[in-house]
T-cell receptor, first 115, second 115 residues
């Protein structure tokens, strides 16, 4: 266990479904991230929250909707997804500082399949 | 454009032999450099990073990496490979001049260690 917990680990959904991914950390980190991981591609940064405020939205389609109620919890709400959205979704957290050399702690990921 | 290249999709090494996983980068400023590893069905784990100082950085599980500024490379190495080193390895870079401190990721290299 890394200290970052993601649920569910596996999710299969139809294109018309609404589902949510959850991420939780109790490491005292102030920043939380959603990444999309597809095979043989670099990790794609989706959203960044710093002290519960969204600081980054990398042109993510509106069918993905993040929510960060506090510094320990992060959600990714999914609605009317497309088959190409099938991927491993990774949550990460860190303590941000002035140096920029901070290390990310990742969860195990949620494997999403869109039918 | 800023980028990270991992030129090999897959590297095959016999157990006990030295291994190298290559990474080159292109950023406009001075970089922070990172290596992360992903074991099957797990999230990414931090291995090592270069901030400043000695160009040879030592990390977890006997891995090390050498920063070469003139060649803009940060190759990951290990003197004697173990079967348990088999995993997906990601190189990442952060431009110190980037106030957003976002990581730029390589596409990953699958390392297979054969007994």
């Amino acid at each position: 266990e890394t200290g970052v917990t993601q649920t569910p680990r596996h999710l299969v959904m139809g294109m018309t479904n609404k589902k949510s991914l959850k991420c939780e950390q109790h490491l005292g980190h102030n920043a939380m991230y959603w990444y999309k991981q597809s095979a043989k591609k670099p990790l794609e940064l989706m959203f960044v929250y710093n002290f519960k405020e969204q600081t980054e939205n990398n042109s993510v389609p509106s069918r993905f909707s993040p929510e960060c109620p506090n510094s320990s919890h992060l959600f990714l709400h999914l609605h009317t997804l497309q088959p190409e959205d099938s991927a491993l979704y990774l949550c990460a957290s860190t303590v941000t500082g002035s140096s920029g050399a901070n290390v990310l702690t990742f969860g195990a990921g949620s494997r999403l399949t869109v039918l | 454009a800023q980028s990270v290249a991992q030129p090999e999709d897959q590297v095959n090494v016999a157990e006990g032999n030295p291994l190298t996983v290559k990474c080159t980068y292109s950023v406009s400023g001075n970089p922070y450099l990172f290596w992360y590893v992903q074991y099957p069905n797990r999230g990414l784990q931090f291995l090592l990073k270069y901030i400043t100082g000695d160009n040879l950085v030592k990390g977890s599980y006997g891995f090390e990496a050498e920063f070469n500024k003139s060649q803009t490379s940060f190759h990951l190495k290990k003197p004697s490979a173990l079967v348990s080193d088999s995993a997906l390895y990601f190189c990442a870079v952060r431009d110190r001049a980037d106030s957003n401190y976002q990581l730029i990721w390589g596409a990953g290299t699958k390392l297979i260690i054969k007994p």
